[in-house]
């Protein structure tokens, strides 16, 4: 997850507050999952329920090099359907 982006999408909304709570409690940011990617000694990273979802404005490399940061094995951002 991309804090500066959740609250650029969360701005124009009147709950934001609790809503930007919640996604923040819930998820994990992708330099977090890369972290306990590393730890867990896994062979691929599959990054997927990206907050914010389908955004055009977080290209596909911004999540990887969030995890990249702690995680040097193969990297892939899932999508719908999609098969590894």
């Known amino acids: 997850m991309m804090p500066d982006r959740v609250a650029q999408l969360l701005r124009s909304l009147p709950n934001q507050r609790a809503l930007a709570r919640s996604v923040l409690w819930h998820h994990s940011s992708a330099e977090e999952v890369g972290q306990v ?14 907050v914010p979802a389908d955004d055009p404005d977080v290209p596909d490399d911004e999540w990887v090099a969030a995890a990249r940061r702690h995680y040097s094995g193969p990297i892939v ?6 098969l590894i």
């Open 77 to 82: 951002v899932g999508r719908d359907l999609m």
């Open 37 to 50: 990617a590393s730890a867990a000694g896994v062979k691929m990273l599959v990054l997927s329920h990206l």
